[in-house]
């Protein structure tokens, strides 16, 4: 069993940054893939980004690229996303979710276990 907990949303201006953490317990953190992903009002749950078990490998969706960094510290168990120049489409529920592969992946079957998620509202 694995327990994922995210937090750090709220609301932020356009422009404006902050940084989610996902804390895990219950199983091996290091060994798998971590990935975030975000479900916007009236919307599909989307892919955001990935980081593989050692951090060395990431990966973004495109409207996120260049904005939004991942990491992870595994001595910590938690995973990190920095989001900086929040726009309003960015307004969703924000999910840290743990797969069962060890290198990146967006592929939101492959990802076995799920936090609650995390509200991020930006304004514009």
Do not use: H
């Amino acid at each position: 069993q694995v327990q994922l907990v995210e937090s750090g949303g709220g609301l932020v201006q356009a422009g404006g940054s902050l940084r989610l953490s996902c804390a895990a317990s219950g199983r091996t953190f290091s060994v798998y893939t971590m990935g975030w992903f975000r479900q916007g009002p009236g919307k599909e749950r989307e892919f955001v980004a990935t980081i593989s078990w050692s951090g060395g490998r990431t990966y973004y969706a495109d409207f996120v690229k260049g904005r939004f960094t991942i990491s992870r510290d595994n001595a910590k168990n938690t995973m990190y996303l920095q989001m900086n120049n929040l726009k309003p489409e960015d307004t969703a529920v924000y999910y840290c979710a743990s797969s069962r592969v060890t290198e990146t992946t967006y592929n939101e079957k492959l990802y076995a276990y799920w936090g609650q998620g995390t509200q991020v509202t930006v304004s514009s």
